[in-house]
């Protein structure tokens, strides 16, 4: 049967965004409306400080889940679908029964961290980045599959002969709902795997990290159709994968950026902020790493600066507390713009644009009168200040201010979050008011591989935005990122007494 031969049904296009908490799926129509939508949690074990580990089986169910969800709400006539993912998080798993050979590591997950200072020791630093564009940390997946090999292959024996295949989580839904071991180029450019300017696998890297080259994935484009889906029965024989994106990634597609120039934040488990530089690599610089957001026909290049822990700090916190986010950032609300308070969430080091595994997370200007209130105020400046950090090191590395910001994102829904971004960037935010837009993002694309819209048409979609401008004043807000500043130190403090 073909996919648009059901009467009365709505031709859609199907998105699946696959996170850290949560996966959901939404399908939109020939307008670009959300028209139908589900999510299914999916949960995460932290068995020690640092680790941070989910169950690959559980993430493939948790999508088969969510598109049965969504079909059975309304008829759909499903076109194609996209498929944007939570990005660095490694599996490894045997190629003849199909199951995973230990826990899926998470991109949160530091176990790996002695590995990156020793192999940063050793001289690999620089190399890793010229070639790759990412700095040596425990974020990257090249770690996290040495180490999940060493567990299950220490020879590495079962991937020389084929038996094992590692991945990305795009590369292990790809596998699990058509069979094909393929990774999506924008995801493969945060393995560390990836030479950066080739844009393919580096075999150089590859042997360096203990990732045998027959493991590895094929690379494929970013809209790039999967063969037809063998593990979702209620759609029809033919319906395939037409676009696959890294869930930042998406979201920056979503937003209509397509030339350097605009700067987006995803607010999430943690943050990322990314920019396109353009059409080749930038020149290595500073606290930002490169990336490809995307390839159709050719490689987009970006600059990003991610951030480890925003909402997850709001998380803790609330947990700690004894309350939801919601009822914490009332809390917030209520306290005093200037107590002098910070809270640096460095639990697993810091990400950009410090790139410091050794920073220990700190609430600093505290006292015996410090209120529950302004600890939870705290937490959400730390989500703005470390994303100010982001936004000022594009900003250097242009060498010229940012002008256009776009906000999107679970956190960034929250009003007050938004306002305080832009009190304490002094510029004003744009924030998409929808809440998938990952899972939009790869719809959007998947309907142009498709040919459900043009790309030009694509661009014209509904985009409900809304603006958010400075209340603060620039002296203000210059104060209280210095203060902010002198508390990232005192967390940076025992890298500093290490010294390089």
Known sequence: MNASSRQGATDVVVAVDQ??????????????????????????????????????????DSVLRAVASLLDQRPLNVMAIGLSNQRESAVVWDRQTGRPLGPMLGWQDRRTT?????????????????????????????????????????????????????????????FS????????????????????????????????????????????????????????????????????????HAALYANGVREPGR????????SSV????????????????QTIAWSTGSPAYAVEGTILSTGSTLIWLSELFGTDPYGLSRLAASAPPNSGLDLVPAFSGLGAPYWDPQAKAIISGFGLGTSQAEIARAAFESIALQTEDVFAEVARAAGKPVTDVLIDGGPAQN??????????????????????????GAAHLAGVARGFWTEPECETLNRDRTAFVPSLTPEEARARREQWAHAVRRSRLRSALQGP
Not at 38 to 57: F, H, I, N
């Open 19 to 60: 996170g850290t908490g949560s996966t959901k799926a939404i399908a939109l129509d020939s307008r670009g409306h959300v028209v139908a939508r589900s999510s299914v949690p999916v949960s995460r074990k932290d068995p020690r400080p640092g680790w941070v580990e989910q169950d690959a089986v559980e993430i493939r």
């Open 114 to 174: 002695e590995r990156a200072t020793a192999a940063f020791e050793e001289g690999w630093g620089h190399d890793v980045r010229s070639r790759t564009g990412l700095p040596l940390d425990p974020m990257f997946s090249a770690l996290k599959l040495g180490w999940l090999l060493d567990q299950v292959d220490p020879d590495r024996a079962g991937c020389r002969s084929g038996r094992i295949a590692v991945g990305t989580v795009d590369s292990w839904l790809l």
């Open 177 to 248: 709902l058509t069979g094909e071991h393929r990774i999506e180029l924008g995801n493969a450019s945060r393995t560390q795997l990836l030479n950066l300017e080739r844009a393919e696998w580096d075999a150089g890297l590859a042997e360096r990290f203990g990732i045998p080259e027959q493991a590895l994935p094929e690379i494929v484009a970013s809209d790039q159709a999967s063969g037809p889906l063998r593990a979702l029965p209620s759609l029809p024989r033919d319906t395939r994968i037409h676009a696959v994106l890294g869930d930042s």
């Open 263 to 270: 700067v987006k934040a995803t607010y999430g488990t943690g």
């Open 274 to 289: 990314i920019a396109l530089s353009g059409a080749a690599p930038a020149p290595e610089d500073g606290g930002l790493v």
């Open 415 to 440: 009003d007050w979050l938004a306002q305080l971004q832009a009190d304490l960037s002094q510029q004003e935010i744009l924030r998409n008011n929808v809440a998938e837009l990952s899972a939009i």
